[in-house]
């Protein structure tokens, strides 16, 4: 069982930054990739971007490729988001996603093993 719990969020200008930060659970995080999604209102969730057990490999949607960085510190049990030139559409609820195995394993919500509660982001205009 893994337990995730984000925070960082808030209000941000357009074109500033944030970085949310969650914090798993258990002794074997190395073992699960790690992701972020968002969801807005009146649509569904979406992925964001996904970082692999060990950290070597990242993967982005091309909505935030070039803008948002994930990464990880195994020995924190704790997963990053950096956002940076945020836009007015950033704005969602942002989920903590872990999945044992692979990257892919959180590049999909159906195949999310865990979820995160959520955390609230507003980029104003």
């Known amino acids: 069982q893994v337990q995730l719990v984000e925070s960082g969020g808030g209000l941000v200008q357009a074109g500033g930054s944030l970085r949310l930060s969650c914090a798993a659970s258990g002794r074997t995080f190395y073992n699960y990739a790690m992701g972020w999604f968002r969801q807005a209102p009146g649509k569904e969730r979406e992925f964001v971007a996904a970082v692999s057990g060990s950290g070597g490999s990242t993967y982005y949607a091309d909505s935030v490729k070039g803008r948002f960085d994930i990464s990880r510190d195994n020995a924190k049990n704790t997963v990053y988001l950096q956002m940076n030139r945020t836009k007015p559409e950033d704005t969602a609820v942002y989920y903590c996603?872990?999945?044992?195995?692979?990257?892919?394993?959180?590049?999909?919500?159906?195949?999310?093993?865990?979820w995160g509660q959520g955390t609230q982001v507003t980029v104003s205009s």
């Open positions: 996603a872990a999945s044992f195995g692979t990257a892919a394993q959180v590049m999909s919500v159906r195949r999310v093993g865990y």
